[in-house]
């Protein structure tokens, strides 16, 4: 396993993605493949979060969001629904004082209105409580979804229209962006995903439009420094011209083009 705490070689820092998107997928693979609970792999996947946010740290990587829970979870068994959000409840407990010392700011983004009012309670105060902070700003996504994100921006922009606040014609790409829950956030310059599966699944739908995406088949419970470090390597190898036709050095000819999914470890 790499170990490293300075950035590592060739890892460029002018280079680094401002802000990390994360689906953390694989928990529940991860633990039928060692005979044990789901729940094992839930408690594991937590641990790898713990080490990635201190590796954003580490590396001067500013803003991480991470698909901790989505609208479709809930369709999950009701004992694995409860444990996940108790686990999250009590994680938020524990982990504040340290977060706190690492200056690391909280957020969270989705509809928290259908949480139970105890991780709701812990949630806020983990908000507030880190509100200032800043080596790195920890979003989580729970009971979120960007569908239903992007439907009530645009009922929201339909009510004021039709109240007479708003004209349609002043509806813009940056209007509605300023509606969404990740406003105070760059959007992402990367997304990762575990597991080795190829989907969005509902994650930052707008946010991620000219995102770099990285899909690797590691589980998400072993997704540790070296794979981070390898997701960063293919990033600083991509030409993101964002529209143009080049926004640095052509590519040679001939020249491999990074694969999108990485291979096992």
């Known amino acids: 396993m790499l170990r490293f705490s300075s950035l590592p070689a060739p890892l460029d820092l002018h280079c680094l993605p401002q802000h990390v998107a994360v689906i953390m997928d694989g928990n529940g693979r991860w633990a039928t493949e060692r005979g044990l609970p789901r729940a094992a792999g839930h408690r594991q996947g937590a641990k790898a979060l713990k080490e990635l946010v201190r590796c ?88 979120y979804g960007s569908r239903a994100e992007i439907t009530q921006i645009c009922r929201q922009l339909a009510e004021q229209a039709q109240q007479g606040r708003l004209n349609p014609a002043e509806i813009t790409e940056e209007l509605l962006s300023e509606c969404l829950n990740t406003t105070s956030l760059p959007h992402p310059d990367l997304l990762i995903r575990t597991s080795g599966e190829m989907r969005l699944s509902n994650f930052l739908l707008w946010q991620l439009a000219y995102a770099e995406l990285y899909f690797t088949r590691i589980l998400w419970p072993d997704f540790d420094r070296a794979a981070f470090y390898e997701a960063l390597v293919s990033y600083q190898r991509r030409d993101r011209r964002f529209g143009q036709v080049s926004a640095s050095q052509p590519r040679v000819a001939g020249q491999p083009i990074p694969a999108l999914v990485s291979a096992d470890r």
């Open 56 to 143: 954003c740290k580490d590396w001067g990587i500013p803003a991480l969001t991470v698909y901790a829970f989505s609208t479709e979870n809930w369709r999950r068994p009701t004992e694995e629904v409860d444990f996940l959000l108790l686990l999250f409840e009590r994680l938020l407990r524990q982990e504040l004082a340290e977060m706190q010392q690492s200056g690391v700011k909280l957020s969270f983004v989705g509809d928290l209105s259908a949480l139970p009012p105890a991780l709701r309670q812990e949630m806020q105060r983990s908000h507030n409580a880190t509100l200032h902070n800043q080596q790195v700003h920890l979003t989580v996504a729970i009971n």
